[in-house]
């Protein structure tokens, strides 16, 4: 596989927010089922690992909207593998709308864990996937949509920023809200999924976000009494981190 591998899909109505729109979490679902998909190539080698307790965990992700979308819409979810390490590699992906406009673009780096939890190498046929090929899409004017419509949102272009924001410490003066992970909060590696960690932090900021970095430092198991921490970036942006005692699971950025 020497260009992007891509699967369609079609938004449905239960996917859209009160704004009738997809919201970020979301589309960072829709991203890990392109992933899991691809990864089920035979080609790829990764399939034993697979049936054997190997696992892809998602390490950062920086992801943004580009342009808002609701019920209805179809798509294509793109990802191009562009490097590969030992037991690292870098995914882009996008998703574009079957004539080509850009939804949202992310860059993800990725961990393949063996069944002991601990890092493992990457099997040899993935190295040979790594391509360069880009993943070309197009802008498309505003629209206002239909007023009062549930099926004909406004769609408006949003500015794409993909730069990396997240920061280690956790200021003192943070805010500090509690939360329970919930068993379904959990995917099937018995962990909180990565984007029920943006969830929780657009929860506490009270709105939906259009563009996030995200780095997983730890995984969070359902039952888990955890506290969201605030504060505001030295970009303006929204600053959040995910804690469970004194350990930093999660760090995000949003806007």
């Given amino acids: 596989m020497s260009s992007t591998f891509e699967v369609p899909l079609v938004v449905r109505g239960y996917e859209a927010t009160n704004d009738r729109t997809v919201a970020l979490p979301t589309v960072l679902s829709y991203m890990e089922h392109c992933r899991w998909e691809w990864i089920l190539l035979p080609e790829l080698g990764l399939v034993e690992g697979l049936h054997t307790g190997h696992f892809f965990v998602v390490h950062r992700q920086t992801v943004a909207l580009t342009r808002t979308f609701g019920i209805g819409t179809r798509l294509q979810v793109r990802a191009a593998l562009r490097s590969v390490g030992r037991v690292q590699c870098h995914v882009e992906q996008d998703l574009v709308r079957d004539d080509g406009v850009l939804l949202a673009k992310a860059h993800i780096q990725a961990i393949w864990l063996g069944p002991n939890g601990r890092m ?121 981190a995910l804690q469970r005692g004194d350990e930093t699971l999660c760090r995000a950025v949003l806007a």
Avoid: K
């Avoid at 004017?141 to 007023?147: A, F």
């Avoid at 419509?149 to 943070?174: C, G, K, N, Q």
């Avoid at 962990?191 to 730890?218: C, K, M, P």
């Fill in 120 to 240: 493992s190498r990457l099997p040899d046929p993935v190295r040979a996937h790594v391509t360069d090929a880009p993943m070309d899409a197009r802008t498309a004017p505003d629209t206002s949509g239909r007023e009062g419509s549930f099926l004909s949102p406004p769609e408006r272009t949003l500015p794409m920023h993909l730069e990396r924001y997240v920061e280690r410490d956790v200021p003192e003066r943070a805010a500090t809200r509690g939360r329970m992970a919930r068993p379904s909060d959990c995917d099937m590696f018995g962990h909180v999924n990565g984007s029920n960690y943006l969830r929780a932090f657009e929860d506490t900021w009270g709105r939906h976000a259009s563009q996030a970095d995200i780095e997983y430092r730890g995984q969070a198991v359902a039952g888990d009494l955890l506290q969201v921490r605030s504060w505001d970036h030295a970009s303006g942006r929204a600053a959040f």
